[in-house]
């Protein structure tokens, strides 16, 4: 299985990111082949809803910025996790732009391996995922049609992900199946 996964967070050494290391482990355990891309380092511009690629483009987007490193992933992958911090109730601005340019690589279908997804979210509030899972719900495994294969959060201010959760991360990763 190739996984893409999508790191959302400016933080170099936050809770998000050990989280994210944690499933690689797990997926190399496994023997499964990931990309993680750190959205937050990249230069990638809001969709300008142009249209452009649902007609000239004929699925490729208008603007040429580091998207364009992401949509050959995304044709590869099996499976998708996006993984962010929790910024004013939802998605970080960078992860949201990234998931916005989507537009484009969904036209005029998704792409024909991906089947899965899966989300890791830290924040400060154990009440705060409502619009991060808003989106998940309605954007991948509603209107994708994807798997959904589990919601993985930590919260609290202290840094730190707890070792409890960081071996249930990498249990999931080491135990995904094509």
Known sequence: MHVLILNGSPRINGNTRKMVAAFCEGLEAAGHAYD????????????????????????????????????????????????????????????KCTIDRFYAALYPKKPGKLSKAAMILSSGDPEMYDGAMFSYQGDFVGYLGLEDRGVFTVHGYDPGVPDEKLEEIRAFGAGLHA
Do not use: T, W
Not at 36 to 41: E, L, S, W, Y
Not at 61 to 87: G, H, N, R, T
């Open 36 to 95: 993680v891309i750190d959205v937050c380092r990249m230069n990638i511009h809001g969709c300008l809803a142009c249209e452009f690629c649902h007609g000239k483009g004929n699925g490729r987007c208008a603007q040429k910025d580091d998207m364009e490193q992401i949509y050959p992933l995304l044709e590869e992958a099996d499976m998708l996790v996006i993984a962010s911090p929790i910024y004013y109730h939802g998605l970080s601005g960078q992860m």
